[in-house]
């Protein structure tokens, strides 16, 4: 077993380059891509400055992009939207635990989407101390 798989189980520790935020209930996903139609009022599990988990409610295909628009809590004093490009990375099926979950990289960013969804996530961060 690896090192870091090892950490994780007895600490609790991950090895990511930008932390994940969980507590982001009140953000909604819609997406698209040539294939699925507009899929809207899905639920984030997680986000960070590179990604996203959330429960799709469709199939989708690794290494897809999907065009996607990222809806903040009203609670949230700036913008409210957030306009950007996901790629899959991978998709879990549905267990008995839950709903189908996928994860997405952001691809394509531009600085003012960065700058933007790090200023949330700052936010959020402010909320949990």
């Not at 294939?35 to 988990?53: A, F, H, Y």
């Not at 700036?78 to 952001?106: N, T």
Request: charged letters at 30%; hydrophobic letters at 35%.
């Amino acid at each position: 077993m690896d090192l870091g798989k090892i950490l994780r189980k007895t600490t609790g520790l991950e090895r990511r380059r930008h932390r994940r935020y969980k507590n982001v209930d009140g953000v909604r996903v819609e997406f698209q891509n040539e294939n699925i139609k507009t899929v809207s009022n899905k639920t984030c599990r997680d986000l960070s400055i590179s990604g996203i988990r959330f429960l799709p409610g469709v199939e989708l295909i690794k290494k897809e992009v999907l065009d996607m628009v990222l809806t903040l809590p009203d609670s949230y004093p700036g913008p409210k939207k957030v306009v950007l490009q996901a790629q899959v990375v991978e998709m879990c099926r549905p267990s008995r635990m839950g709903d189908a979950r996928a994860r997405c990289k952001f691809v394509n960013m531009k600085p003012e989407v960065t700058e933007h969804i790090h200023n949330f996530l700052e936010w959020i961060g402010s909320l949990e101390t």
